[in-house]
């Protein structure tokens, strides 16, 4: 329901968008509205990941497991998201779908190297040996969560600033308006939501199989 009077004000609260110059904005631009919330979604997931993976190495404890691969493997829906409304964010902007530039490039990175860490598990079939190496995987995975967030800083690109600067890009001065930054707000509560409800469900799903796992090896 959140999500659904979220996405709701985008399309009917928001006033009309202008430029900097003052040209109003194709309406596809309100994509921003919701790209920038499940870019910052997918980042809270694979922090979430990298977070686990220590504590299932200090304590040894499935439980740490089971909390990075559900993390992980809906960090890489919302990864893949990210990458589909930025390229089409990046049509109207560039004119191309793809450009590489480093935000976009970045991103792409960082969904490969999640996307690996979820085949890594699938290889291998000894649960503890599987369990170790891809927590060890999921600590070093996530350098490419601030490479990808400060890939606009390092590099000269002209995507965007999430904060701290324009939001058509480096040389303005930020996101104006109360309603815009309530919709962006409302947005960003309800992405945060539905990650951690599916996160929450995919961890009780995991933990049910295993169960059911160990009562069929008795």
């Known amino acids: 329901m959140m999500l659904v009077v979220a996405l709701g004000a985008i399309f009917f609260y928001l006033p009309v968008m202008k430029d900097s110059a003052g040209n109003v904005l194709d309406p596809s631009f309100n994509i921003f509205y919701f790209h920038m919330p499940i870019a910052i979604v997918a980042y ?6 990298f977070v686990s ?3 299932y190495l200090r304590e040894n404890d499935s439980k ?3 909390v990075s691969l ?3 493997e809906v960090g890489v829906i919302f990864a893949f998201l990210v990458l589909a409304t930025g390229s089409i964010w990046a049509k109207d902007i560039w004119g191309w779908y793809w450009v590489w530039e480093p935000r976009l490039t970045t991103s792409l990175v960082l969904f490969l190297v999640y996307v690996g860490y979820l085949m890594l598990r699938t290889a291998l079939d000894d649960p503890l040996k599987r369990a170790r190496l891809s927590a060890v995987f999921g600590i070093v995975a996530f350098v490419s969560v601030p ?5 606009i800083r390092i590099w000269r690109s002209a995507h965007p600033l999430m904060f701290g600067g324009s939001l058509y890009g ?3 001065g930020g996101l104006e308006g109360s309603s815009l930054l309530l919709v962006l707000l409302l947005n ?4 945060v939501m539905l990650f951690i409800s599916l996160t929450s469900f995919k961890f009780q799903n995991e933990k049910l199989g295993r169960e059911l796992e160990m009562a069929k090896g008795r």
């Open 44 to 49: 809270l997931a694979f922090f979430v990941v």
């Open 53 to 55: 993976s220590i504590l």
């Open 64 to 66: 740490w497991d089971m």
């Open 70 to 72: 559900s993390a992980a």
């Open 147 to 151: 490479l990808s967030f400060l890939s």
């Open 170 to 172: 480096q040389d303005g």
């Open 188 to 191: 960003m509560l309800a992405f």
